[in-house]
């Protein structure tokens, strides 16, 4: 460990020209895609680094946007995998599952007979460059974001190899859903996870992203972007989880793009980092899509989590309803930025967004910008957003009924989660999810009620 | 000893006093209704007992089984046996009965003692059974979209399950049809018995038709001003609460 | 519509103008000359030349806010417009000693008439300068001061220096600093401690000249437990060119004091109207802003209240209707700085036609303080397809017991409801008018008497041709 860790740091740091040259020289991908990566750089170098000031990054603290302290790591040890593998237990039922340490491919689980039969793709892209070419050419790397971190998508296309695609051809139904590990172990490790999720017509499956840290202690940079595209009809569950250790830096980029009649949800569980940046961008292409975003945040000591939004309705008759959900401890910060953009016809949008912050402690801070853009008349658009702490005369009900305070409290914060968590929609997740989220709240003091009203 | 004994109690809130040399006496085994106008003080004595941090005691005891319980936590109160029916049972969101009753009951178990799980839920679902409540109900977020009448049945449930030495039940019968409220009267009758004292505060007499109480008292102005057998909430009944003032009135002059 | 006489006279209420022979002008474009220009017209004081000449270098040194703001900005010509024009400086006392034409003009506004009836004082701005102040004598008595910018200067800096140019910094904004450099006219109150006016003080601000640009600058402060109520309304002829309009309103509410500050703004369509308007509120203080938005090309503008005592509160309650050619960017900013203080904005907007509506609003409660509460409502009705609306807030909470609420909703108006009142023989646009009052008419209810009847009759007179 000791060797790895010393080899690392000489090493030149991501946003350094000389490390994308040799990791371009050392890369054996097909020519045309080291070609989109020189570009890619090239748009890295020339794009100036977001500043405060500016609209997107409105309430994000001054990020420290050195990223010479992380390096492309090396391979990982055999321990290292070993521990890994056992570790990627979130999901016992699947149909296939595929696992990252640090960009390096370690394990692979094939797909059901049945589902390759009947052409569905999930696969590492390195390997799907070479195998579906066509679908590669059509999908990957067509995304930008419109949040505020295109340098960073920039830098991610730069020098994303690792991730994956997942394609399921028109009317393939599956139950069981994909599960990929996207993990970070070496210290000072800079990850680019790719998630390319691509949905036939009538198509309907699901997939689990779980980003983590094998080791509590190590600094890393992670800036995954994921992509998914819902031909008309697909009905699409993308949930993720980011749980990785309090000293990463981690961004996730992601779209949505929507056509007609489709059903696509999103979930997100953000437990992990330092600093996260979460843009999520959705766009309704085609009439009568339904379309709903779920988070839920639990933020400690002195992390924060920037959440910025997007539902752009771009055709009538759909849906789209966002649910952030922040419960906030510490020092802790998040900001919720979000906004429902409705083009001039598309009339009979129905579009809503929430924004629910829970202060555990008064040294917390809740940001919001919710936002509506409204150009359609014919709408039904609204926004909500509530900060607040836990209710003191619900307090007084558990405590009557002989529930500890610690308990209670832990009690109130689980039942204000929930609404959240049962939307991830499986059992054995949920069960895993509670356990995980859990862990955040050992030897925690929660501090904040509702302030006593005053009779007049 | 075995008795809920509130001696001289002066509490109140935000500055006002409510509760003015307050004494009761309930002694385990029987049934006592406490009755009187809106603005009296019933609410005030339900939460000063329950110990809530708002209201301030001036000065004066409850002794519940012959210990102090003023200034312990709410929830110390509880577990010592004390159970408070609320008038207005709260929302608890994403906080389902079953896992809400199974807290409060585990907070009373000794430490390292395990918890009967399959017990545990064979009792709850005889009980919701008795109060007629769907048993998937427990289930539920605890009172979250009940109405008036299942808030108050879920009430009835958990002071059945948590079998309390001492039950205060505020106005319990507010907001309840005919139907409800014999369910919810058979569900505290069931729990009558030489092991439980119970103070029924109410408004109406209507209650007491089906809780038969062992002492009626009537309290007006932060104090109690008459107390009688069971016939006394008939007379209110049939008198109104005038009669009280009125008399008050004439005592004074 | 029955009552379209009424209302055709009511649409070009503000519509016409009077040559008009100024005896000071100062020219168009902005520089250090027109500076001293206006000083040495005003015969100033020299720390206020300094003042004007340093929020000058500030104007030109801060950029035009469109990274956030509307592009629209950039048509304002800054050199093209005059930036300042009177007839003197020293208002007349009495009707009788204004000139005709200035007199004729807030004749054919009604000011003198509604003076008569229902107000406290008034004074009323032709341009840069006021043609006519007056206040009850009685008030006099009781030692309530009502002026004009340059006069309260001159005559009281003792009482307001100190706050002057303190609630909003010269460099708050591009505009605060422009107002600073070039201001003029505007209204100075102090009302002593306990004093309370029953009737309201009114100014009338008025743009009679083309290419124009009217910087008045308001500073009310209400001493301990005093209160006042100041009402404010404005027309401008239409021109061929844009107008702009630019104030700098500043309020102090000492402990214990009330301030309502209630704005109808009925613009002609070509004026930019960028105004900041800001309140200190200290303990137990509350300064509520009412605030009607129904002319000009472009507003912007959110009435801020800062918090700055304990049990402290803040309300805006913010009336917008933007039509074709109209965008209203308003809102409202609440900045909790004591605990226990309380804030409360409730903002309706109407977009017809291409209008824009935007809501813009600030939150803030920082970590050191407990128990402050706010409360946020807008809601934005379309009217047409084309109809747009934005809605922005910010909210930041931290600190103990403190909570946020923030709600916003887009809708139309009901086809089921138009058809309703259609069945009981309303024409449609009748309909529509009467859904639009009925949206607003818990807001307007909040408005007096006189003015919430006129509010009305603009509401109806926009939704005229919106359907159909």
Redesign the interface.
């Known amino acids: 460990m000791n060797t790895e860790a010393t080899a690392v740091q000489t090493a030149p740091g991501v946003g350094d020209s000389a490390s994308f040259e040799r990791h371009l020289s050392l890369s054996a991908l097909p020519e045309s895609w080291k070609n989109w990566k020189k570009e890619y750089w090239e748009k890295y170098e020339e794009l100036p680094f977001p500043r405060t000031r500016?609209?997107h990054w409105?309430?994000a603290s001054r990020i420290d946007f050195d990223l010479s302290g992380f390096q492309l790591a090396e391979d990982a040890s055999d321990d290292t995998i070993e521990e890994v593998l056992s570790r990627s237990n979130l999901v016992a039922e699947r149909s296939g599952q595929i696992v990252f340490v640090d960009n390096q491919l370690v394990s692979e689980e094939a797909i059901p007979e049945e589902l390759a039969a009947r052409g569905v793709v999930f696969l590492p892209l390195a390997e799907a460059v070479t195998k579906h070419p066509e679908l590669v050419e059509r999908y990957l790397f067509q995304e930008s974001t419109d949040l505020g971190s295109d340098k960073f998508h920039a830098l991610h296309n730069a020098y994303s190899e690792s991730g994956y695609l997942l394609y399921v051809p028109d009317n393939v139904e599956i139950d069981a859903p994909f599960a990929v590990y996207h993990w970070h172990a070496a210290p000072g490790a800079a990850l680019f996870p790719h998630i390319l999720v691509v949905g036939g017509r009538n198509s309907r499956f699901s997939v689990v992203d779980a980003q983590q840290s094998l080791f509590e202690d190590r600094t890393g940079f992670s800036c995954a972007v994921g992509n998914v595209f819902a031909e008309d009809g697909a009905k699409i569950y993308r949930r993720t989880i980011q749980n990785f250790n309090n000293r990463m830096v981690s961004f996730q980029l992601d779209t949505n793009n929507v056509d007609r009649d489709t059903a696509v949800r999103g979930i997100n569980l953000n437990l992990g980092s330092r600093r996260a940046r979460f843009e999520n961008e959705v766009r309704i292409n085609g009439a009568g899509a339904d379309v709903k975003l779920y988070s839920l945040t639990v933020a400690e000591n002195d992390q924060e989590f920037d959440q910025r939004t997007l539902q752009i309705h771009n055709a009538p008759n759909a849906v789209s309803d966002l649910l952030y959900k922040n419960a906030l401890m510490d020092h802790s910060r998040t900001i919720f930025s979000g906004l429902i953009k409705v083009a001039?016809d598309a009339?009979q949008t129905d579009a809503y967004q929430t924004n629910r912050?829970l202060?555990l402690n008064?040294?917390?801070?809740?940001?919001?910008?919710?936002?509506?853009?409204?150009?359609?008349?014919?709408?039904?658009?609204?926004?909500?957003?509530?900060?607040?702490?836990l209710?003191?005369?619900?307090l007084?009900?558990?405590?009557?009924?002989?529930?500890?305070?610690r308990?209670?409290q832990q009690?109130?914060v689980?039942?204000?989660?929930?609404?959240v968590i049962e939307q991830f929609d499986n059992e054995e997740l949920e069960e895993n999810l509670r356990g995980l989220i859990q862990a955040k709240f050992e030897k925690k003091q929660l501090d904040?009620?509702?302030?006593?009203?005053?009779?007049t | 000893m075995s008795q809920l004994e509130i001696k001289n109690l002066n509490a109140g809130?935000?500055g006002?006093s409510i509760l003015k040399d307050f004494s009761l006496t309930v002694p385990k085994g029987e049934v006592h209704a406490l009755m009187g106008p809106n603005g009296t003080g019933k609410s005030t004595l339900a939460k000063v007992l329950?110990?809530?941090?708002?209201y301030e005691v001036e000065s004066g005891s409850v002794l519940m089984d012959g210990e102090e319980i003023l200034g312990k936590?709410?929830?110390e109160?509880?577990?010592d046996g004390l159970?408070?029916a609320?008038q207005y049972?709260?929302?608890?969101?994403?906080?389902s009965i079953a896992?809400?009753?199974r807290?409060?009951l585990q907070?009373?178990q000794e430490d390292g003692e395990k918890f009967d799980a399959p017990a545990y839920y064979r009792r709850l679902y005889e009980k919701m059974n008795i109060l007629q409540i769907d048993k998937k109900f427990s289930a539920r977020?605890v009172n979250e979209g009940f109405s008036g009448g299942e808030k108050k049945r879920c009430e009835i449930l958990?002071m059945s399950m948590?079998e309390p030495s001492y039950c205060v039940m505020d106005e319990t019968d507010s907001g309840l049809d005919i139907d409800a409220l014999k369910i919810v009267a058979n569900g505290v009758n069931l729990m009558r018995g030489p092991d439980r004292g119970i103070l029924v505060i109410t408004h109406y007499q209507r209650l007491l038709d089906y809780i038969v109480p062992d002492k009626v008292h009537v309290m007006y102005e932060g104090r109690i001003v008459h107390s009688g057998e069971k016939e006394l909430a008939l007379e209110l009944e049939e008198k109104g609460y005038d009669w009280v003032r009125d008399e008050l009135a004439t005592t004074a002059s | 519509m029955s009552q379209t006489d009424a209302i055709d006279i009511d649409r070009e209420k503000g519509n016409f103008r009077f040559d008009v022979k100024y005896e000071y002008d100062a020219g168009t474009g902005l520089s250090e000359e027109t500076i001293d220009y206006i000083s040495k017209a005003k015969d100033e004081e020299q720390w206020i030349n300094d003042f004007r000449k340093r929020a000058l270098k500030v104007f030109e040194r801060l950029p035009m806010p469109t990274?956030?703001a509307t592009k629209d900005l950039e048509n304002i010509v800054f050199e093209n417009i005059r930036y300042y024009l009177s007839q003197g400086q020293m208002p007349s006392r009495s009707w009788d000693d204004v000139p005709d034409e200035v007199k004729e003009t807030f004749e054919r506004l009604g000011i003198p008439e509604q003076e008569r009836k229902f107000l406290a004082g008034v004074e009323a701005q032709f341009d840069s300068e006021a043609a006519y102040s007056r206040m009850q004598d009685s008030l006099e008595d009781e030692g309530v001061i009502f002026v004009g910018s340059s006069e309260g200067l001159k005559k009281y800096p003792h009482i307001f220096k100190k706050y002057f140019g303190k609630v909003i910094p010269t460099n708050d904004n591009k505009f605060s600093a422009l107002n600073s450099a070039v201001f003029s006219g505007g209204s100075f109150i102090y009302v002593p401690p306990g004093v309370k006016l029953k009737q309201p003080l009114q100014a009338y601000f008025r743009i009679n000249a083309e290419s124009f640009g009217q910087f008045e600058r308001t500073l009310i402060i209400a001493d301990e437990g005093a209160e006042v109520t100041y009402m404010e309304g404005c027309t401008a002829p239409k021109f061929e060119t844009s107008t702009l309009h630019s104030a700098v309103v500043e309020l102090v509410a000492l402990k214990g004091a009330k301030i309502q500050y209630i704005t109808v703004q009925n613009w002609s369509n070509n004026v930019f109207n960028l105004v900041t308007k800001r309140a200190w509120a200290e303990e137990g203080a509350e300064v509520k802003w009412i605030d009607c938005n129904i002319g000009s090309r472009l507003t912007m503008k959110y009435p801020g209240v800062v918090l700055k005592g304990r049990k402290a509160r803040g309300e805006v309650i913010s009336i917008a209707l933007a039509n074709d050619g109209q965008h209203q960017d308003t809102g409202a900013k609440m900045v909790h700085q004591a605990d226990d203080t309380t804030s409360n904005i409730i903002s309706k907007s109407i977009s017809v036609g291409k209008g824009r509506s935007t809501y813009r609003g600030l939150v803030h409660m920082p970590?050191h303080l407990?128990?402050c509460k706010n409360n946020t409502e807008c809601d934005?009705l379309?009217?047409?397809?084309?109809?747009?609306?934005?809605?922005?807030?910010?909210?930041?909470?931290?600190?103990?017991?403190?909570?946020?609420?923030?709600?916003?909703?887009?809708?139309?108006v009901s086809a089921e409801q138009i058809f309703y009142m259609m069945q009981r023989g309303l024409s449609e646009g009748e309909a529509m008018s009467l859904a639009v009052n009925g949206f607003v008419n818990d807001l307007v209810r909040q408005f007096p008497m006189e003015y919430s009847v006129e509010l009305k009759r603009l509401i109806d007179m926009e939704m005229e041709g919106s359907v159909g």
């Open positions: 500016d609209e409105r309430f001039k009339q912050n202060l008064d040294t917390a801070q809740a940001n919001s910008l919710p936002g509506l853009e409204i150009e359609a008349n014919d709408v039904k658009c609204s926004h909500g957003a509530t900060t607040g702490q209710d003191r005369d619900e007084f009900y558990f405590l009557q009924r002989g529930i500890p305070k308990i209670a009690l109130m689980f039942g204000f989660f929930e609404e904040a009620v509702t302030p006593k009203m005053e009779t | 809130i935000a006002q329950a110990g809530h941090e708002d936590e709410p929830d109160v509880a577990r159970f408070l609320f049972p709260l929302e608890i969101p994403g906080v896992n809400f009753i807290a409060a907070a009373r977020s958990q948590l | 990274h956030w970590d407990k128990g934005a379309l009217i047409n397809t084309n109809s747009r609306t934005d809605t922005y807030p910010a909210i930041n909470v931290q600190g103990n017991g403190n909570s946020v609420q923030h709600e916003a909703s887009v809708s139309k």
